[in-house]
């Protein structure tokens, strides 16, 4: 028994299931995670490892090549990228698109154990952090004030902190900025020496006298005790009574030879609001919870908490991703409704009356039904799935009105309403099902996109494919349903006077036109293949852009001051942009970060570490402007500070889709730094000579200065003294060693011992330090060890093991990452490369390439499948063919929608190409099948094609006007992401719905033998 027949006979059974699937849709709308983006499962991790003092070449012999050989053989790894940098090593490992991600971590965690064994010793802190895009801020709270001290606003801050860390959404809470504190023991060398005593020995005595060592049980009377030796400090009083040495019977203290107090470590990042002092209180979200609900309650625990501060203490929420969010969805959400109230006054319109009433319910219960099944997928709401149920909005009233118009026929034909239901529904339930599994074989193959483009786009051919399917299903047993109850045989004149209009356009003309194409079925081909052969050229004039920039209202600037700057220096300029910036009047919050990047407050855009040389300011502008007011003050500052003698400013844009990195990136490898160094000078030299590269960054600068102990190996030897101890020392001396913590109130205090220079020290003072031999005799520093300056690289790049360096650059205003390659691919092959050395273009030419690669694929995979779906429906190989005719003509017009709308071809534009795949061929399906049936009932193969054309007329153009319909507010009003998309499947689907009344009868005729 057919599906529709058994709803038919048993209707409360069939209202019962339906009402199940709207509660479930209901209960889905109403607990899907908002997301403003999709979540991306970034397969990657980043390994730390901290060594004091240590320059990148030390660093890349004694921890990178280690590390990166264990990390090299795990078989989850694709690559790895590792900077070796002054005191630090930073890798960040790629894994593969199907490894799971947890065990891959726990193996890299594994390797970097393996690794450690090989380190040297001083070797201070290794850290294993898997990257996330829930890692991406969700608010961003600033507490500021020029009269209060970091440690005051840190206070505030805290109690902060502690109020959002109790919202059910947070995942997690940081303060940012904040300085912390230690305990510095500064040595008065004068003394150590007085008394002979080590620097080396002072740090030992400290750690031995910070302990609590658990010695056992012992049993009194009758009960058993723990017994622990409790010796761990309490105070900074206990720090400064630790008993160092005994001379003569009278104890040697620490406070006789330091001066013991707390004090903040040595800055280096620190933060400002509006130019005032200030600290960063962040949020992040948890996955699968709701993002504007976490706002709402952030926004309350911030109205609370700061009534309890004092006036003068300024707090406020500097980036607020929930409200934009809110704000982004309810854009979507009126597109999709303003999209539903375009179909309505179509189907009205070309309808009418009873017949519209029944089409329009299939609008509603089709999208919450299929919002239930993605919501048990476990997809969230972001504009990725919105526009998805927008791109669906006009597709899933097709089937419906395919079945409705064909019961409407029936019932004109004399069948009673039960009759006319179930037979109206059966006649074309075959083709309907067919053409629903083709458009849905056209999204799913998307779903194996590879990489991150895949999973930024995955969530579009899941939604479509849930909705398009609960269309069907609601095409099969609801509009049946609705039309027994609703419909009634049309009265003379009954036809809304749109769709009489249509019909007598589809009886009267379009024949004539049609019997002219079939006499002439050649010219009619030759004529087409001359429109594809001229879209073909068309598409070459297109602007090639992956994705495009963002409609964000905030923006970052980056300060890079030469290698071997301090942060002053970097943080007087960043005070003179933000001063700039202050005044003006489009401006709400400038957030400065001196030393690191600011917390990540977009999916695809990475943070900076910490290093010396380097600042930033992100601009948040007033809410409710335009978008034109903040790409106007972007480039009213890039124009101001591109050429700055101070420092490499840069003024960046935030851009849509998957990370990328820089838009152009030219990466050279080798091994010889002097070499590298000339060679991505001569790239930087040709991106700078390149039309539309602005903020053009070379990886491979001038290094900084360094002074390298060159210790006296036999000396050293022959008097005892470990090069280890030299190092140490020399390392105490200089930056500072942690020589043990405790826990004092609610913090981990550092017990930090240097030597109090008020100034860079001359070697001269290293006399007076005293390093303790294996027999115990005291040997001064400076005898053991020469100071030789040298230059140093800033940073050591590898690739898979491989020294490589970069070069990057931003993509200026009307250009194309597309053009700009196209223009460096030949200088950059006119460079004399030496054996062995050679550069790799990557960037957005590299994504893009991969990502419309495997579209590619997608697409073919799609046409297979589709393909193989018609052939089952048809049991031919040759009329799936001439529904696929209208592929090509489907590209004609979006080229030619693409071109007249200025739009550009890119990511998404190749998104909506896929997708009138399913589309397109929808209507040809339905023809041919009417075709088909009429050559069983005898008519001779012209007056059935003519016949189907007539009885399809009026169907096909209805559906492909709602489809519009659905699709033009996402097309217009959704801003630079979604138009390409729009435009591509407005136009293929106009050109390609009257090429194919006409196409597919002229194929058929000439493809297709009638028996």
């Not at 609705?482 to 004149?493: C, D, F, Q």
């Not at 700057?565 to 202050?582: K, M, P």
Request: glycine fraction near 8%; include cysteine; proline fraction near 5%.
């Amino acid at each position: 028994m057919h599906i529709t027949e058994r709803a038919l006979h048993r209707r409360r059974f069939t209202i019962i299931v339906l009402a199940v699937l709207i509660a479930n849709g209901m209960l889905g709308f109403l607990n899907m995670p908002r997301l403003e983006d999709p979540l991306i499962e970034m397969k990657e991790a980043s390994v730390v490892v901290t060594y004091p003092g240590a320059a990148p070449e030390e660093i890349e012999d004694f921890i990178l090549d280690p590390l990166e050989e264990h990390l090299m053989g795990l078989e989850d790894v694709e690559h790895v990228d590792s900077w070796a940098m002054d005191g630090a090593s930073y890798s960040v490992v790629y894994y593969f698109d199907d490894a799971d991600i947890d065990n891959a971590v726990d193996a890299t965690i594994g390797a970097l154990t393996e690794a450690e064994m090989e380190f040297p010793p001083g070797v201070l802190r290794t850290e294993v952090v898997r990257h996330r895009t829930d890692r991406v801020v969700a608010i961003q709270i600033a507490v500021s004030g020029d009269d209060y001290t970091y440690d005051q606003l840190e206070n505030y801050a805290e109690e902060i902190k502690d109020e959002l860390r109790r919202i059910s959404e947070v995942r997690k809470t940081e303060i940012e900025g904040a300085q912390e504190r230690e305990i510095r023991v500064s040595i008065d060398i004068d003394r150590l020496a007085a008394y002979g005593i080590s620097p080396l020995d002072v740090a030992d005595r400290i750690a031995a006298a910070n302990v609590a060592i658990p010695a056992g049980k012992i049993e009194l009377s009758r009960r058993k005790f723990n017994v622990n030796i409790g010796g761990d400090f309490d105070s900074i009083d206990d720090v400064r009574q630790t008993v160092i040495d005994v001379r003569g019977g009278i104890p040697i203290r620490l406070s006789d030879i330091a001066a013991v107090n707390m004090a903040h470590k040595d800055s280096t990042y620190w933060v400002r609001h509006n130019g005032r002092r200030a600290v960063f209180v962040t949020a992040t979200q948890k996955e699968a919870t709701n993002l504007i609900d976490l706002g709402n309650k952030a926004r309350r625990v911030v109205r609370e908490v700061s009534a309890r501060f004092p006036q003068d203490v300024q707090v406020e929420i500097v980036f607020d991703q929930p409200d934009y969010v809110s704000k982004r969805l309810t854009s979507f959400a009126n597109n999709l409704l303003y999209g539903g109230i375009l179909v309505a006054i179509v189907v009205f319109i070309l309808v009418g009356g009873r017949l519209a009433v029944v089409i329009l319910l299939a609008i509603p219960l089709s999208i919450i039904i299929g919002i239930g099944g993605i919501y048990r997928y476990g997809l969230s709401f972001e504009q990725i799935s919105i526009s998805a149920l927008i791109l669906a909005l006009g597709m899933l009233v097709d089937n419906a009105i395919v079945i409705s118009e064909n019961i409407q026929r029936r019932l004109d034909m004399g069948l009673d309403r039960f009759q006319a239901a179930l037979k109206g529904t059966i006649e074309v339930s075959a083709a309907v099902t067919s053409a629903t599994a083709t458009t849905i074989a056209a999204f799913i193959p998307m779903m194996a996109m590879p990489g991150s483009s895949g999973m930024f786009i995955r969530s579009m051919p899941l939604t479509v494919a849930f909705t398009l399917a609960s269309s069907l299903l609601v095409a099969l047993i609801a509009t049946p349903l609705i039309s027994l109850l609703i419909l009634r045989p049309s009265v003379g004149g009954g036809e809304h006077f749109f769709a009489r209009g249509l019909r007598r356009i589809g009886d009267n003309y379009y024949p004539i036109v049609l019997k002219a194409a079939l006499k002439k079925p050649a010219l009619v081909i030759f004529a087409t293949l001359l429109a594809l052969a001229g879209s073909i050229g068309l598409f070459n004039s297109l602007g090639k852009e992956f994705f495009p920039k963002a409609d964000k209202t905030t923006f970052p600037i980056e300060v890079r001051r030469p290698e071997g700057a301090n942060l002053a220096s970097v943080d007087s300029i960043l005070r003179v942009i933000e001063a700039e910036l202050i005044a003006e009047p489009g401006v709400a919050h400038t957030l400065a970060n001196v030393g690191k990047g600011n917390p990540v407050v977009y999916y695809n855009m990475g943070r900076s570490r910490e290093k010396d040389n380097y600042g930033q300011i992100l601009v948040v502008m007033k809410s409710g402007l335009p978008q034109e007011e903040t790409f106007a003050l972007v480039d009213k500052y890039r124009r101001r500070w591109s050429d700055s003698p101070l420092a490499r400013i840069e003024v960046k844009e935030f851009a849509q889709g998957p990370p990328i990195g820089a838009p152009i990136a030219i990466r050279v490898e080798g091994e010889d730094l002097k070499i590298l160094t000339e060679l991505t000078g001569q790239v930087e030299a040709i991106l700078r000579d390149t039309p539309g590269a602005i903020n053009i960054d070379n990886e491979l600068t001038s290094g900084g200065g360094e002074i390298r102990v060159e210790v006296d190996r036999h000396r050293a030897g022959m008097l005892g003294v470990p090069q280890a101890y030299i190092a140490r020392t020399l390392r105490m001396a200089l930056s500072g060693e942690t020589v043990t913590k405790f826990r004092l109130g609610d913090e981990d205090i550092e017990v930090v011992m240097r030597l109090p220079f008020s100034e860079p020290p001359k070697w001269e003072t290293f006399s007076r330090i005293f390093i303790p031999n294996a027999a115990g005799t005291m040997i001064p520093l400076n005898e053991l060890a020469d100071p030789v300056i040298s230059g140093t690289a800033p940073t050591i790049v590898h690739r898979d093991r491989k020294r490589n360096f970069t070069v990057r650059a931003d993509i200026a205003d009307g250009y194309f990452a597309a053009g700009i390659t196209a223009e460096l691919k030949p200088k950059l092959e006119a460079v004399n490369w030496p054996d062995g050395y050679s550069c790799i273009i990557e960037g957005e030419t590299k994504e893009r390439d991969e990502s419309f690669s495997a579209l590619f694929s997608a697409a073919v995979i799609a046409i297979l499948v589709i393909y193989a779906i018609l052939v089952l429906q048809f049991h031919s190989f040759i009329q799936p063919l001439v529904i696929f005719s209208a592929l090509p003509m489907a590209f004609i017009g979006a080229i030619l929608g693409l071109w007249v709308t200025g739009n550009n071809f890119g990511f998404l534009a190749f998104v909506g190409v896929e997708s009138l795949i399913g589309i397109v061929i929808n209507d040809a399906i339905v023809m041919l099948d009417f075709i088909n049936k009429r050559l069983q009932m005898g008519y001779s193969r012209d007056e059935a094609l003519l016949e189907a054309g007539k009885i399809r007329f009026v169907p096909i153009l209805l559906t492909s006007i709602t489809t519009i319909g659905g699709l033009m507010p996402l097309t217009i009003l959704s801003g630079k992401m979604w138009a390409p998309m729009g435009w591509t499947i407005v136009g293929g689907l106009l050109f390609s719905t009257i090429l194919t009344l006409i196409i597919v009868p002229v194929l058929f005729k000439l493809m297709v033998r009638v028996k």
